[in-house]
C-alpha cells in the first residue's frame, strides 16, 4: 500500500512535469488518488472491527477502525472529482482557443501588451 | 439568535450566491442583489467584529458536538478582523463589477460564484478545523477558477492553465499534509491540534508536515520560489476580478500560514530561518519583477508578490511586535491591492490601454481622479503619513533588534524600489503627453457610460482609498488592534481554551 501511494505520486508529479496539455490532467488524478490513499493508510486500517460500541458498555475497548479518515476520503474525492471535470473541460476550451496541447507554446500571458 | 453569530457571514454568502442563481438571466436584478447584499455582509461584519472585541473569542460547535470531535468555528479577533475586511472589499468589488464586467460574462453567473468565492473566504476565516480549512480552500479556488476563466478568452484560459494547475497541486500537497498530520496525532481540531502536536516524539516527522504546509500555502500565497502562476494569471481575467483575487486570495494563503504556525507548529525554530531566506527573496524578486514590467497590471501582480514578503518576514522573525507588524500590513495590503486593481480597470476605462508606455496624460485630462489614485499610490508606498508605512516601522525596529539586517535590507530595497516603480508610473502615465488615441473595441469607455455606472465605478475607490487613508492617519486604532491580535496568536492558550473548555463541561 504504502509503495503503491509512493508510486502515485512520483507518477502524477512526473506526469504534471510533461508538456502536453492531457497527461497534465491524468498528472492531477493520480496525485489526487494517492492523497486520498494517504489519508486512508494513515487512519490505520483495521479490518472487520467496526466503530459499534456495545450494548451495556459506554466506550470503546478494542481497537477499531477509525471512521474519519473514510469521510475525509469521501469528500476529498468528490472535490476531486468536480476538479478534474472542470479541468477536462478546462483544457478542452483551451484547446480551442489556442490551438496546441503543448504547454511551452502557451505564452500569450508573457507577451508585451 | 446571537449565539450562532459567527456563522452569519458564511450563511449570508451562501444565501446570496443561492438567491443570484435564481435570478440567472436577469442581469440588472443581479446587480441590485449583490450590491444590496454585500452591504448587508459589511453590517454583519462589523457587528461580529465588535462583538468579538468586546467579549472575545466565541466559538460556533457544528450540531452542538463537543469540541475536538466536531467542526468548530472558530471567531477570534483576527478572524473577525478579516472577515469585515472581506466585506469591505467584496462590497467595493460587486458594486465595481457591476459597472466594468461586461453583461455577457454577467450573464454566466458572475455574480452568484462571485458571492461564493467570498463564502469560501470568510470560511477559510472562520474556521476551527484543519480539514474544514481544505475544504472552504477548494470552494475558493474553483470559484476563482470560474472567475478567471468566464469569457474565454485566449489569454484568460493560458492564465487560467497555469492557476489552475499550481493551486491544485497546492492543494494536494495540503491534503498530504493534513493526512500525514493526522496520521501522528489523530486530530484535525487546529486547537487540539496544538496540544498534540507538542507532544508528539517523531519530531523530524512533525518538521516534515510543516514543510508540506509551508509549500502548500506557499504556493497558494505566492511566496518566492512558488510565485510564477501569479503573474501569468493576474492581469489576464476583468479588472474587478483581478482585485478581489489580488486583495485576498494571496492573503487567505498568508493567513493561513500565520495560523498554522503560530498554533500547531509554534516549536519548528529551524523553520523561521527559512521563512527569513524566502520573505527575503522574496522581497527581492517581487520588486525586481515589477521594475521591468510595461503591463500595469502585471507590475501590480509584481508588487503583489513583492509585498507578500513583509509579512512572511514578520512571521519569520516571530516576536510579537513583528507579527503585530506582519498583521498590520495584512490589513493594509488587503485594501490597498483591491483598490490598485479596480484603479488599472479605471485607468483602462479612461484611456484604453493597460502598457505604460502608450500611457500618458491622465493629470493633465483627469486631475481629480489623478489625485485619487495618487493616495492610494502613496499608502502603497508607504510614505509616513500614509498606511504602509507603520508597518513596515514595526518590521524594521524588530529586525534591528534581533540584529537580522538581511530583513532590514530587504525591507529597505523593496520599499525604496516600489517608490521607484510607483514613482516611474506617475510619471509615465499621469504627467508624460499621452499618444494614444482612444482606439475602438468592445468595451464602454469612461465618457460613454451612463452616469450611474461611472457613479459604480469611482464609488468603490473612493470607498476604499478612505479606508487605506484611515489605517493611515488613524494608525493608532489599527496597532492597538494589530497588537492584541497578535498577543492572541503568541499566547494561544485562550484559544485553546476557548475551543476546548466547553468539551469539559459537558463531560463534568
Partial sequence: MAILIGILYAAGIYMILRRSLVKLIIGIILLGNGANLLIFLLGRITQGKPPVIDEGANILIAAYADPVPQALILTAIVISFGIQSFAIVLIKRAYKEVKTDDLNEMNATDEES | MMAQLTTYPILLQLLLGIILMFAWNNVKLQRIISILGSIVGVVVAVVLFISIWNDGTQIVEAGSWPAPFSIVFVADIFAATLVLLTSFAGLAVASFSSATVMPLRLKFGYFPIFHFL???????????????????????????????TIGGEKAQLEGAVKYFTLNILASMIFLTAIAVLYGLSGSLNMADLALKVAQIENRTLVEVTAILFFVGFGIKSAVFPLYFWL?????????????????????????????????????????????????????????????????????????????????????????????????????????????????????????????????????????????????SFCSLVGLPPFS?????????????????????????????????????????????????????????????????????????????????????????????????????????????????????ILEL
Avoid at chain 2, 118 to 146: K, Q, R
Wanted: with cysteine; charged share 15%; aromatic share 14%.
Fill in chain 2, 388 to 504: 504602509g508605512f507603520w508597518p513596515k516601522l514595526s518590521l524594521l525596529t524588530e529586525a534591528f533588534k534581533i540584529e537580522n539586517y538581511w530583513i532590514v535590507g530587504a525591507i529597505l530595497l523593496a520599499s525604496f524600489l516600489t517608490l521607484f516603480i510607483i514613482w516611474k508610473l506617475w510619471s509615465e502615465v499621469f504627467w508624460k503627453k499621452s499618444e494614444l488615441k482612444t482606439s475602438s473595441s468592445s468595451y464602454l469607455f469612461n465618457h460613454d457610460m451612463k452616469y450611474h455606472r461611472r457613479i459604480q465605478m469611482l464609488a468603490p475607490i473612493i470607498f476604499i482609498t478612505i479606508i487605506s487613508l484611515y489605517i493611515g492617519f488613524a494608525a493608532e486604532n489599527i496597532q492597538v488592534l494589530s497588537e492584541r491580535i497578535a498577543d492572541e496568536l503568541m499566547n494561544p492558550q485562550p484559544y485553546i481554551d476557548a475551543v476546548l473548555n466547553k468539551t469539559e
Fill in chain 2, 118 to 148: 467570498l463564502l469560501g473566504l470568510n470560511g477559510a476565516f472562520l474556521t476551527g478545523d484543519l480539514f474544514n480549512l481544505y475544504v472552504w480552500f477548494e470552494i475558493i479556488i474553483i470559484s476563482s477558477f470560474v472567475l478567471i
Fill in chain 2, 231 to 375: 503573474p501569468a494569471s493576474y492581469h489576464t481575467p476583468p479588472p474587478a476580478v483581478s482585485a478581489i483575487f489580488g486583495g485576498l486570495l494571496t492573503k487567505v494563503g498568508v493567513y493561513a500560514l500565520i495560523r498554522v504556525f503560530t498554533l500547531i507548529f509554534p516549536d519548528e525554530v529551524f523553520l523561521r530561518d527559512i521563512f527569513i531566506v524566502v520573505a527575503v527573496l522574496t522581497l527581492f524578486s517581487g520588486a525586481i519583477g515589477a521594475l521591468v514590467q510595461n503591463n500595469i497590471r502585471k507590475v501590480f501582480s509584481y508588487l503583489i508578490i513583492c509585498h507578500i514578503g513583509f509579512m512572511i518576514a514578520g512571521l519569520g522573525m516571530f516576536t510579537e511586535v513583528a507579527i503585530a507588524g506582519a498583521i498590520f500590513y495584512l490589513i493594509h495590503d488587503i485594501m490597498v491591492k483591491t483598490n490598485l486593481f479596480m484603479i488599472s480597470g479605471l485607468i483602462y476605462r479612461l484611456k484604453g490601454s493597460n502598457s505604460i508606455r502608450a500611457l500618458g496624460g491622465l493629470y493633465e485630462d483627469f486631475p481629480k481622479i489623478s489625485l485619487l489614485i495618487i493616495a
